[in-house]
Antibody, heavy 122, light 107 residues
């Protein structure tokens, strides 16, 4: 079965760079059509899509955060890494990674990690 | 960007009620619309994809409809486990966006 798990620091200081790792099993990012995305959720607020990466290394970023985000994949390790630069307290959120499924060219997040809470504070 | 709105932002309902949540896109997105359910402290769960297709394992009391800019999620008979927040999400654009959510709580 497909599982994903996020890992990384729980606390970062303002201006620091956040690096989060999504380690997954049950699928391969070298398989055609497969993708992984990152989504975050500030406490008590809505979901916000951040970035995604596909098997062919096609990458997409949220326009509002594009300058601060980098997404990469390590197919051999079954991992996807998200880095976010210049962290600010408003970036405090639970960060999720999710598997991207698709049917009839409609893409959706069908499997999610448990999420990891990242707090930005000095 | 394609902006998504949802209405209402919250609603109170009783077990057994029929509940309808609306999602609207800022431009036509055909049927590239998905619905998620999220309970407190948990990751979102996919309910409906492609506007009206029920994800495997999701109870049949959930249904979705719509195309273009207007979509609805309907719960035909609300159950205790359905009290949660519901989000729509478009994938017409490769720059994905979620709606602001609709919280369904107990009346």
């Amino acid at each position: 079965q497909i599982t994903l798990k996020e890992s990384g620091p729980t606390l970062v200081k303002p201006t620091q760079t956040l690096t989060l790792t999504c380690t997954f099993s049950g699928f391969s990012l070298s398989t055609s059509g497969v993708g992984v995305g990152w989504i975050r959720q500030p406490p008590g607020k809505a979901l916000e899509w951040l970035a995604l990466i596909y098997w062919n290394d096609d990458k997409r970023y949220s326009p509002s955060l594009k300058s601060r985000l980098t997404i990469t994949k390590d197919t051999s390790k079954n991992q996807v890494v998200l880095t976010m630069t210049n962290m600010d307290p408003v970036d405090t959120a639970t960060y999720y990674c999710a598997h991207i499924g698709q049917q009839w060219l409609v893409y959706y997040f069908d499997y999610w990690g448990q999420g990891t809470l990242v707090t930005v504070s000095s | 960007d394609i902006q998504m709105t949802q209405s209402p932002s919250s609603l109170s309902a009783s077990v057994g009620d029929r509940v309808t949540i609306t999602c609207r896109a800022s431009q036509s997105i055909s049927s590239y619309l998905n619905w998620y359910q999220q309970k407190p402290g948990k990751a979102p769960k996919l309910l409906i994809y492609a506007a009206s297709s029920l994800q495997s394992g999701v109870p049949s009391r959930f249904s979705g409809s719509g195309s273009g800019t207007d979509f609805t999620l309907t719960i035909s008979s609300l159950q205790p486990e359905d009290f949660a927040t519901y989000y729509c999400q478009q994938s017409y654009s490769t720059l994905l966006t979620f709606g602001p959510g609709t919280k369904v709580d107990i009346k």
